[in-house]
């Protein structure tokens, strides 16, 4: 068990419709990051927490909002989907013996 | 950010077969992770190996910091290890920088 729950699995959205994807860690690790995975493209960061209320961008934040009010939580919300943004998304935790990763949601936007 | 390239991009073994499996990366670093992909997606994380050689069952890692290579060996290949596996790379800033990976497909 890599400590980190992301849900849900899978979603199938609309196109312009707002969708959350949720990510929580057992303990309380500082650090915790959301990736997508795509073709061609690998891992990439959308966005990143350093702490409670503390976040900031990574490669590819354009049409995501991230927020972290408690520290096990760090829901990833896509404000209006894209179908651009079909992939599938990675939530992470940095630990003292490197990043681990949640089992993944994969998003569809139609 | 960070380069990191791996090869092969694709690997076809028999079971029982050895097999190496090579990353290079840009610049130093802090963090250099390898991971494994299962069929379903999940990323499983193999070693934690910014530098030094480390070993889990039939699955050793071994870093070269100062010539920026990283190399995974996988001996006496199972079917459950087909999958695709990354090598990831940090070097200060906040990101996990991926490879490409290498597609790994375990024939019985």
């Known amino acids: 068990d890599a400590g980190i729950t992301q849900s849900p699995r899978y979603k199938i959205t609309e196109t312009g419709r707002q969708v959350t994807l949720m990510c929580h860690q057992t303990?309380?690790?500082?650090?915790m990051f959301w990736y997508r995975q795509d073709l061609g493209h690998g891992l990439r960061l959308i966005y990143y927490?350093?702490?409670?209320?503390?976040?900031d961008k990574g490669e590819v934040p354009d049409g995501y909002v991230v927020s972290r009010s408690k520290t096990e939580n760090f829901p990833l919300t896509l404000e209006s989907a894209t179908r651009s943004q079909t992939s599938v998304y990675f939530c992470?935790?940095?630990?003292?013996?490197?990043?681990?990763f949640g089992s993944g949601t994969r998003l569809t936007v139609v | 950010g960070i380069q990191v390239e791996q090869s092969p991009p694709d690997l076809i073994l028999q079971e029982g077969a050895n097999s190496t499996l090579r990353c290079n990366f840009s610049d130093s670093v802090n963090n250099l992770q390898w991971f494994h992909q299962n069929p379903w997606g999940q990323l499983i994380n193999l070693f934690y190996?910014?530098?030094g050689t480390k070993q889990n069952g039939r699955l050793s890692a071994t870093t070269v910091a100062t010539e920026r290579y990283s190399l995974l060996y996988i001996s006496s290949s199972q079917t459950t290890d087909s999958g695709v596996y990354f090598c990831a790379a940090q070097t200060g800033a906040n990101n996990l920088f991926f490879g490409t990976g290498t597609r790994l497909t375990v024939i019985p």
């Open positions: 927490s350093a702490a409670a209320d503390i976040t």
């Open positions: 992470a935790r940095r630990t003292d013996y490197g990043y681990t």
């Open positions: 190996i910014p530098s």
């Open positions: 303990w309380s690790h500082s650090y």
